[in-house]
C-alpha cells in the first residue's frame, strides 16, 4: 500500500474571516482611543454596518476565542487572542474522506492521507479530518471542499457543530437540544433542519474543533 501523502495546506485553526479580522481591529482601536469597549451600537457605526450584523460578527469571535463578553453588560467586550497566535507545532491526523454540509452522505471511512492540524486542536483527544461537501453550513464558515478537523466524542453540548449519523449517513450541523427537543440545524436557509424523534437512529461522532480552506489531499 503506498504511503499515504500530507497535506500543505494551512493548519486547522478556528480560521479568521477578513470581516472578522476587521471587526477586531475595529474593537481594538474603538479601545485604545476611548479606554473602554464599544457598544454594539458603537461598533456598528464605526464599522458602516448595522448593529445586528455587528453582533453576529462578535459572536463568531467570541466563539472562536477572539473576543470574551461578560451576559448582560452593554460594555464588556475584550479581545483576548490575536489571530497571529495561533500557529504552533504541527501534528498529523488522518483524512477519511467526505460529510455533507447539504444532502446526507456518507462520511466514507477508507483513510485518504494525513493533514496536518495545530497541536493544540490535536492534544484534546483523537482527532481525524473531513472534506465538506455542500453549503448548508456556509453562514458557520463552513463551505463546499473546506476540511473540516473533528475531534471524536460519543457526546457535545447545545451549539457545538457537530458530525452525525443519522440513519447510517453522516452530516456536519449545529446541535440543538431544548429539553426533548434534539436538532440538527443548517446554517443556511436553503435547508431545513434535521428533527430528530425518538424513532431516529441518530449518533453522534464527533464535535468539528477546526475549519481550514485547504482542500487537503
Known amino acids: 500500500m503506498a504511503k499515504p501523502k500530507r497535506s500543505r495546506g494551512r493548519p486547522f485553526v478556528e480560521e479568521i474571516t477578513e470581516s472578522q479580522r476587521r471587526t477586531l481591529r475595529a474593537i481594538q482601536d474603538f479601545i485604545a482611543h476611548r479606554k473602554y469597549p464599544p457598544s454594539m451600537q458603537e461598533l456598528a457605526d464605526a464599522m458602516g454596518m448595522k448593529p445586528a450584523s455587528a453582533h453576529g460578527l462578535v459572536n463568531q469571535l467570541e466563539r472562536k476565542g477572539y473576543v470574551r463578553r461578560e451576559p448582560k453588560k452593554a460594555r464588556s467586550l475584550a479581545v483576548i487572542r490575536q489571530p497571529e497566535e495561533l500557529t504552533n507545532e504541527l501534528v498529523p491526523v488522518p483524512l477519511v474522506g467526505n460529510v455533507a454540509a447539504g444532502p446526507l452522505m456518507l462520511a466514507e471511512e477508507n483513510i485518504l ?105
Open 113 to 217: 492521507g494525513e493533514v496536518l492540524v495545530d497541536s493544540n486542536l490535536a492534544r484534546r483527544g483523537r482527532c481525524f479530518a473531513l472534506k465538506v461537501a455542500g453549503e448548508s453550513m456556509k453562514g458557520a464558515g463552513l463551505r463546499n471542499g473546506y476540511l473540516v478537523i473533528v475531534r471524536q466524542q460519543p457526546v457535545a453540548e447545545n451549539g457545538d457543530i457537530v458530525v452525525a449519523l443519522v440513519a447510517g449517513e453522516a452530516t456536519v450541523k449545529r446541535l440543538y437540544i431544548r429539553g426533548d427537543q434534539i436538532e440538527l440545524r443548517p446554517e443556511n436557509p436553503r435547508y431545513r433542519p434535521i428533527v430528530i424523534d425518538a424513532e431516529s437512529e441518530m449518533s453522534i461522532v464527533g464535535k468539528v474543533v477546526g475549519v481550514s480552506r485547504s482542500t487537503g489531499v
